[in-house]
């Protein structure tokens, strides 16, 4: 079973900048597509953004394109996600997911798309 465990979040101010992590335990983990998601108290959850299994082939919300950026050192074992002038409406809890199908071309921007979660990090963007 792949185990997912994000770090990294905080209280920011509006405009600054934050950078995730999340670390992955499984051997599949460097042929799998990662992404990110995210969720405010009230609120459904949302796609951020995802990642093929490479590296190859990034995808973006529209509300953080330009914004945000994800990565991946697969031999870390590691997913990133940076994120750049952060806005109030960007808090929630951030959380990586995995998908389980490996070395597709499909990368998924909704949570039924991926089998594997991690716990959330919680992002807190001031005003």
């Known amino acids: 079973q792949v185990q997912l465990v994000e770090s990294g979040g905080g209280l920011v101010q509006a405009g600054g900048s934050l950078r995730l992590s999340c670390a992955a335990s499984g051997r599949t983990f460097s042929s799998v597509a990662m992404g990110w998601f995210r969720q405010a108290p009230g609120k459904e959850r949302e796609f951020v953004a995802s990642?093929?299994?490479?590296?190859?082939?990034?995808y973006y919300a529209d509300s953080v394109k330009g914004r945000f950026t994800i990565s991946r050192d697969n031999a870390k074992n590691t997913v990133y996600l940076q994120m750049n002038s952060l806005k109030p409406e960007d808090t929630g809890v951030y959380s990586c997911a995995a998908n389980s199908v490996r070395y597709t071309t499909v990368v998924p921007r909704t949570p039924d798309g991926y089998d594997y979660w991690g716990q959330g990090t919680q992002v807190t963007v001031s005003s």
């Open positions: 990642i093929a299994w490479n590296g190859l082939g990034t």
